[in-house]
């Protein structure tokens, strides 16, 4: 509900996207987005109700629908991230992309390992990469991260591109240049353009080689969203 609920619903809606979710009876929390001159970005979160999952909202789902689900480390660290990862834990054969973020120390790690046991494929940022193992060098987070999950791994290295292992294989995808306004949203369109790449079936390097122009063109506007018509002319 409030200010920031009919925000979100209402443009949603304008895109065609509506949620089998019921409104629940709490506000919706926001983000604050600060810019620096460089185009680098940090954040302010207020968690509302976007953040918490209740256990009757999964029984409105039906599994059989879908194959592929997205979480990320600011669902789960909330004390409702339980019921997420159980709802997971009763259907393994669901394929997870799971983005710790920033915070992942804050996840607890109970919830962390039961996570990583369902074998997701992992999509974080060099820092945070790093901060998660405690390997200072990102190619070695990457294995101590497989070890993990047993998946695919995925860090993203900004201008430098993107780096994946997958347990055999690993590479460096280079970057496309770009002119950075802000990075606001640039992680989150990397891992939904690798995603739907894959969805597409598509190999992984080629899917990620997309995510990475994709995220270099976000970076070129201000704020999160690529206008449509960019999709026209760029992809």
Known sequence: TGLYGDFVRNSLRKRGITSPIPTPDMENGCCYCFVDSKGERSFISYHGAEYRFLPEWFSLLDAEEFDTVYICGLEIEEETGENIVAFLEEHPSLQIYFAPGPRAARISRNLFSRICSLSPILHLNEKEAVDLTGVPVYRDAAVSLY???????????????????????????????????????????????????????????TAIETANRIAAAVVEVSGALLPDEAFDTAF
């Open 147 to 205: 070890e993990k999950t047993k998946n695919i791994v995925i860090i993203t290295l900004a201008d430098q591109g993107c780096y994946y292992y997958d347990g055999v294989h690993s590479a460096l995808i280079p970057s496309f240049p770009a002119v950075q306004v802000d990075t606001i949203g640039a992680g989150d369109a990397h891992i939904g353009a690798v995603i739907a790449s894959r969805k597409l079936g598509v190999s992984l390097s």
